[in-house]
């Protein structure tokens, strides 16, 4: 499965619709998705715990587990910053991930106790420990312009250091979220010596404009998990308000989520 995914990312652009829990992953597989990209936000959320770097380590594993039982097609696990402090953790993670039967990894740079990024040299071995850990494919998130880090003038430069960096200690792709900018993003398919992956989402060009740029890789993040439980929220607010069912009308029915995971003993 490893090599199987590492060779999606040449060639045609690989599309990723995120996303969270055996489900989904089924059912995001059965729309033709060639493999499953997890979204950290969504995982978190569906086992009760918020986004960035609150969930437990097991409970993780567990779900890349049951997500990799539920489909046949590679799997790849947002495992934030890699669940845990220092380097020699965050290869456990990745060591665990890969026993747990996943393809590849993302790994993000941003510190969710703080403002502002990890600093290089640190992430920098975390990369290296993933790296050592499993021959998986290693995703190296930078978040400058996800998150806004420093002047505007000065964000692609910082990218692109990072970039350089986070490939020499291992990485095999880089994924830079938040990217929208059609020049931009040209810019660092021309400049990134390694596949790009960008956040598709509202704003950003659409796929196959971003095909057509270099971009090997577009994810989707916690967008479909959002969409979602907004779906959730409209159906309760509407039952608790006018009391009507029009929000569940266009719906899947028991019998299509039942047949998507016939078989699944996940």
Known sequence: MIDTF?????????VLPNAWDAASARLVEQA???AIATTSA????????????????????????????AVAVP???DIESGFGATPGEVGDT???????GAAGVNIEDALHDQPG????????????????????????RIDTYLLGIGPEETRMAETLARARAYLDAGADGIFVPGVVDRDLIAELVAKIDAPLNVLA?????????????????????????????????????????????????ASLTHGDLNAALAGNRA
């Open 32 to 34: 033709g998705a060639p």
């Open 75 to 77: 799997v790849t696990a």
């Open 94 to 100: 990745v060591r665990a991930v890969a026993d747990a």
């Open 201 to 249: 989402m509202p704003g950003a060009p659409a796929v196959p404009e971003l095909a057509e740029l270099g971009v090997a890789r577009a994810s989707v993040g916690a967008r479909v998990a959002l969409a979602a439980y907004d779906t959730a929220v409209r159906c309760a607010r509407e039952l608790f308000s006018s009391g009507t069912y029009e929000s569940l009308a």
């Open 6 to 14: 590492r060779s999606l990312h040449s060639g045609s652009i690989l």
């Open 117 to 140: 990024l990890r600093p290089v040299e640190d992430q920098v071995a975390r990369m290296a420990a993933a790296r050592a850990a499993a021959p998986l494919f290693i995703n190296a």
């Open 42 to 69: 969504g995982v978190a959320w569906s086992l009760g715990v918020p986004d960035g770097d609150h969930l437990a380590r097991e409970q993780a594993i567990a779900l890349v587990a049951r997500v990799v039982a």
